[in-house]
C-alpha cells in the first residue's frame, strides 16, 4: 500500500505502534461520492482519495478482536486521535433504518451495513451480527446480443440509444435461472442477426474491467435485432460509461426499444 498509496502510509505511521485496523480506501469524486471506477482506472482524477477506518482489530500490540463492537469503537475513536487526513473515522450512524436507506438512495450511494454493538470481530465470516443492505439504480435498457454460453447463453449485451445509434454499456451475467434463460433464449431466435447493432464497438482491449468486446471477441457474439427491453440493475454507472455490478431483473415489454434513450438510461 506504501507504493500505492503514499499519503495514506505515511498518515498510518502516526498509529500506536503494532495497531492494526480494517477500513476501506476509496476515492471520491467531484460530488464527494465514492466512485470505485475512479479508484480502480483513473486515480489521478479524483478529488480526494481517503482510507476509511470502521473497526480496529489490534491495539498497541494487544489483540482486541474478541472485545464488542463498542468498546473497539472507542479504541478506535482513541487509535485515530492523532492521526490526520488522508484518513477518516468511519461515523456510526444512529437513526432510523428507513431514514437510513431514504438518504443513501438519494445521495446515489451504493448501500448501508448495520452492525451489533455487542458483537466481536469475527475474520471472514458471515454471520448474524452484520448486514449489507445493498441498493442498487435500475435503469431500462436494450438487448442487442449476447455471448453464447452452455445451454443457452453466459452474458446479455445491453445498450440505449443515444442520437439514433445504439450505444454499448455492459454485459449482464447475473440475475438469472435456468428457466428465465430457457425463455430468453427462445425469444432470440426470431431476433438473430449477422450484424452487431451497437454503433460504439468495437473496444480496444483495456477499455473495461474482465473481457472487453474487441474485435476479436465480438467473433464469438450473436447479435440481435434491437428489440427487446430488460429492465438492469446495477452498482455504479461509471463515467467511462460503463455498468458495474449489473443485473438482469426482467424484460420490459411494455417499453419501445427505440424509447430507450440516453436521457432515460443516463
Known amino acids: ?6 499519503k495514506i502510509a505515511s498518515a498510518l505511521e502516526a498509529l500506536p505502534d503494532d495497531t492494526i485496523l480494517d477500513g476501506e480506501i476509496v476515492a471520491l469524486n467531484d460530488q464527494g461520492r465514492p466512485s470505485f471506477n475512479l479508484l480502480q482506472n483513473h486515480r489521478s482524477a479524483a478529488n480526494t482519495i481517503v482510507m476509511y477506518a470502521f473497526d480496529v482489530l489490534a491495539y498497541a500490540g494487544k489483540s482486541v478482536v474478541g472485545l464488542p463492537l463498542s468498546k473497539r469503537r472507542d479504541l478506535l475513536e482513541r487509535a485515530l486521535a492523532r492521526v490526520t487526513e488522508p484518513i477518516r473515522l468511519s461515523q456510526s450512524l444512529a437513526a432510523p433504518a428507513d431514514a437510513l436507506i431514504a438518504a443513501v438512495k438519494e445521495h446515489g450511494l451504493e448501500g448501508v451495513v448495520a452492525k451489533d454493538l455487542h458483537s466481536p470481530y469475527q475474520s471472514g465470516e458471515r454471520t448474524g451480527a452484520w448486514a449489507k443492505y445493498k441498493i442498487n439504480q435500475g435503469e431500462a435498457l436494450v438487448i442487442g446480443g449476447y455471448v453464447p454460453g452452455k445451454p443457452t447463453f453466459d452474458a446479455l449485451l445491453v445498450g440505449y440509444y443515444e442520437k439514433g445509434a445504439l450505444v454499448f454499456v455492459g454485459k449482464i451475467r447475473n440475475g438469472f ?4 434463460k430457457a425463455d430468453l433464449a427462445k425469444r432470440f431466435k426470431r431476433l438473430e442477426t449477422t450484424v452487431c447493432p451497437f454503433a460504439n464497438l ?6 473495461r474491467r474482465g473481457m472487453a ?3 476479436d471477441v465480438m467473433k464469438r457474439c450473436q447479435w440481435l435485432r434491437p428489440q427487446l427491453v430488460a429492465q438492469v440493475e446495477f452498482a455504479e454507472w461509471t463515467e467511462n460509461n460503463h455498468l458495474r455490478h449489473a443485473r438482469f431483473v426482467g424484460l420490459r415489454d411494455d417499453k419501445e426499444a427505440r424509447n430507450v434513450d440516453q436521457l432515460e438510461a443516463g
Do not use: D, G, I
Not at 500500500?1 to 503514499?6: I, R, V
Open 1 to 6: 500500500m506504501a507504493s500505492q498509496f503514499p
Open 213 to 215: 468486446l474487441t474485435a
Open 177 to 180: 435461472v435456468p428457466r428465465v
Open 202 to 207: 468495437p473496444e480496444r482491449k483495456n477499455a
